[in-house]
Every structure is written in structure tokens, then in C-alpha cells.
């Protein structure tokens, strides 16, 4: 999305319609059927999302501070959901 700096705010350039046009730059045909690509996409972030409440989870049980054993989730998740991605989602 092409952004411009306006009295010191970003805005969205005009007539820039980004959303009807993302899944053709994201979503390939040359790489499977764009749905089943975005299926692929979904259950990788699910997978990420109940990994991060598992941990969070413990790691709340165990008497950790929410903030810290949230930042300590997303860093153990993150590798999780880019290598998912990466080899699964938008494998060529």
C-alpha cells in the first residue's frame, strides 16, 4: 500500500485499492489453486494461534507475569508460523 507522509501522519495514497488486487500478488496461481493456498495459510496461523495459548498458558500457570510469558509466546511462535509458511503455505 503506497503510503505518504501528510503534516506528520501516514495516509493512504488515493484511488490505491490494495485489497482486491493483494490476492494476486500473494496467492500465485503458479502455486497451487489460490484457495487452497489461502486454506493452507489459515491452518498455519491457527496452528500458530493455539501455539501461542498453550504457551502463554503455561507459562501463566506457572506464576509468570502476563506481559513477559506473552513477549516469551511470541517469540517461541513466530518461527513456528514464518517456517510453516515459508515450506508449507507458499512452497514453488
Known amino acids: 500500500m503506497a503510503l505518504h507522509l501528510r503534516r ?3 495516509v493512504p495514497r488515493r484511488g490505491h485499492q490494495q ?5 494476486c500478488w500473494t496467492f500465485r496461481d503458479q502455486r497451487g489453486h489460490v484457495g487452497f ?6 491452518t498455519v496461523a491457527v496452528v ?4 501461542n495459548l498453550g504457551i502463554l498458558s503455561a507459562l501463566i500457570a506457572l506464576g ?3 506481559v513477559a510469558a506473552q513477549a516469551i509466546a511470541i ?18
Open 37 to 42: 493456498q489461502g486454506l493452507r495459510f489459515f
Open 64 to 66: 509468570m507475569d502476563k
Open 48 to 51: 500458530a494461534y493455539g501455539a
Open 19 to 23: 485489497l482486491p488486487l493483494e490476492p
Open 8 to 10: 506528520h501522519r501516514l
Open 75 to 92: 517469540v517461541l511462535v513466530t518461527p513456528l508460523n514464518f517456517v510453516g509458511n515459508k515450506l508449507w503455505s507458499f512452497r514453488r
